[in-house]
Nanobody, 115 residues
Framework: QVQLVESGGGLVQPGGSLRLSCAASGSIFGIAVMGWYRQAPGKQRELVARITRDGSTAYAESVKGRFTVSGDMAKNTVYLQMSSLKAEDTAVYYC?????????WGQGTQVTVSS
């Protein structure tokens, strides 16, 4: 059983910053990728950012230059530093772990960007 627990979401004004954290626990072997997805109301879940075991990162075009993903696979943790937040970043953010062909998901944390 693998569990992912996110924290750090909340309400922030446009232009503000938030840092999301995710910690994975359970029977975890050989993590290949950890990352963050988001889903806004009425929209499909989309990749925000991910980091691989060797440290390679990838970002959605809409967040490049504003968000930074980091992680420590040895500690089963991943972070998302979000800056210059916009109203369109409002969504539920989900932590994701990919290992041996299986995707694991957290329960999600709400991020609301509003004045």
């Amino acid at each position: 059983q693998v569990q992912l627990v996110e924290s750090g979401g909340g309400l922030v004004q446009p232009g503000g910053s938030l840092r999301l954290s995710c910690a994975a626990s359970g029977s975890i072997f050989g993590i290949a990728v950890m990352g963050w997805y988001r889903q806004a109301p009425g929209k499909q879940r989309e990749l925000v950012a991910r980091i691989t075991r060797d440290g390679s990162t990838a970002y959605a075009e809409s967040v490049k230059g504003r968000f930074t993903v980091s992680g420590d696979m040895a500690k089963n943790t991943v972070y998302l530093q979000m800056s210059s937040l916009k109203a369109e970043d409002t969504a539920v953010y989900y932590c994701n772990l990919y290992s041996y062909g299986v995707n694991y998901w957290g329960q999600g944390t709400q991020v609301t960007v509003s004045s």
